[in-house]
């Protein structure tokens, strides 16, 4: 019977509306879980809602579970909606497990984020008193069972370009976003515009997933981007009796209206057109349509003139510079107040290169600034998390409160990792109380300055490959440079499908660099030799014939194929090669990177599938979260037939590995030096050893000369 209940709730919501989204909770906040704790608490998510969405109705299956020992008559879940009660519960010891429907009062959303938070008055009673933070006063609301359901319909989208940055590519649509692009797919010099517009538009979206598909002809129901020289541009538009306005040399960007199949036109969708008279033209159109993030209210412009300003290495997302000074303000992180008993941590996210390699005998620098209120208890403290792992606790001692300027902590390098890190506060802030004492939180604060300043020192720039986690990291080594600079993507194979999955994948790498990929190249073949780094997407025989015959897993010919045999706790998973001819099936595919043929310390990488449409469906899965998180190694294999509703990875790690420096060089002996770090040393004794015995052979002849200088 419980089970049709959820059944019926999850339902209820889809019937009767053409436009509606459903996300879990858990998806909104990196969370599965929130509990709620002591006599009073309050936690929260967002709900994004985009530009574009004329919002009908929401509606809420909230799941929560409350302890036994709260005393029913007196504590209550209150749910607001931006700050105003909309809903409360009573939280009944009889019935602690709770599935409650909620309608949302749409008149108190808005477009963008909306703060969705639950508070809590919770009491239980132990010896005739209350403690204020008893263990057994908690409430858990289980993010992943609770549906959030939004109906909507979708606005007229103006014709004119200002809609592409409020309406069209709207981070804060979800679960995903979806695009179109209509291009010439005959015309190879079209290649590279296409991939800068790709990327610029998944630079729009940020971190929200989207998804990419390429064709000679418009697709109906998404937005549509039009790439092309302008013969071909007034072609397709003309069989939809559109056309653009006369434009002089130069690139040329334009809003109309999304035409349907039937005659017509959908206002919920538009059609944006980058083009130009020749190839040069529509690369500065493409240039111009990415990199803008404010749009004229115009239906079109014409571009004459774009320049980019140079590019340091390592300059994308989050990135810090070593050696540099940052203050909170800068890395996102405004002044905070932790307030009462139960307050909530606070995050510093930042990124280090990549290719760093930490020395651990270093310190990373925090200057803090803070306070905290007088009349707490003198076991308050703040502690200080560095990914996950507690490395420094501040006693809170002073009974009066106390303010600190320039309260250095010295953070080990060596807990800090290349790629993504996170710094968090944490606070544990106690009352004065004797039991049944009235536990009163206004005085219980701790306040973080922004002004508060982080250092990391300069380290090498010096990594083992392959590894495909750097790549989910941050696009790496193919966003060394934030543009893609010396970085090609091949197509083995020409058709829609191919180019579809490439797009994907240069959208993928956008969103982890933070920055559009203007100086990546797209070819249908591979310079020999090529001096950069490269992807190459097809079939693995086509990839295999593309390299002069390269040996690649599941090829037509013999090929070596990994497996993990089951491991010990002191090792990697044992890897045997079977040496077989054998076919990738349906839904399968792989990534794989090695060391370039052509270049040393370079990377190629090939993504492979039985054909293109089965390519296609993996770089969507690519794009994927908990895809990513599993790939790792030198091979990741996919596999989506397999199971319904999730796909299947599992990822190898390499055998035999290469290395790769600042710039994608490197140095015979630096790469012997930093990967026998014992020579190394050794290397260090006897050279310190041989500078003294040689000072002690100049100094002893030195003081020889001198005596026998010397009067008798």
Known sequence: MKVWMYVVLWMFPLLGYANTQQVELDKLIAAPTLTLKCTGDEQGLDIPLAHRWNVKKVTLNLHYVSSINLITSQSQLVVKLNGMPIAQTKLDALSPDVLVQLNLPVQYLSAGYNKLSFAVAQHSESKGCEKGCSPDMWTTIDLKRSVLAIDYENKAVPVALSSVG??????????????????????????????????????????????????????????????????????????????????????????LPLPQAGGGQDAGHALVVVTGKQVDDVKLAAETFASMSTFPGTPSLSAYEFKLPKLREYSGRELIEPGKEYTLKALNFPTATFQGGNASGKDINFRLPPDFMIRPNLSAKLALHFAYGAGMRETSAMNIVVNGKIVKGIHLGNTDGASFQNYVIEIPTRLFQPGSNRISFATELHPPLKECDLMLTGNMFLTVFDDTTFSFPDMPHFV??????????????????????????????????????????????????????????????????WKGDFIMLGSPDSISAALGGKSLPFTKGKSAVPYALVRDWASDPVLISSVQSSQLGEGQGYLMQFESPYESGRTGMVFAARDSKNLLSLSEALLKSEVQAQTEGELTMLDLASQEDKAIVKSFKPETTYTTGKSGKKSFWQSYLYTHPYIYYGLVILLTIGFAITLFVVLRRYRKKRVAGRPV
């Open 166 to 255: 409020t309406l069209l590519f709207d981070p804060k649509v979800f679960p995903q976003a979806e695009v179109h692009l209509v291009t010439d797919t005959q015309d190879g010099e079209l290649l590279n515009p296409l991939s800068i517009v790709a990327s610029g538009v998944a630079h729009h979206f940020d971190y929200r997933q989207v998804s990419f598909t390429v064709s000679r002809q418009l697709k109906p129901g998404v937005d549509n981007i039009l790439v092309g020289k302008h013969a071909f541009v007034q072609g397709l538009l003309g069989e939809s009796k559109l056309a653009l306005t006369d434009h002089e040399q130069g690139g040329y960007v334009s809003m």
């Open 464 to 529: 083992e490959l392959p590894n495909l986690e750097l790549f989910m990291l941050s696009g790496f080594p193919f966003t060394r440079w934030a543009d893609g600079y010396e970085s090609k993507v091949v197509l083995t194979q020409t058709d829609d499908n191919t180019l579809s999955a490439a797009m994907n994948l240069i959208g993928l790498m956008t969103q982890k660099s933070g920055f559009p990929l203007y100086a990546i190249q797209l070819d249908k073949a591979l310079a020999n030799p």
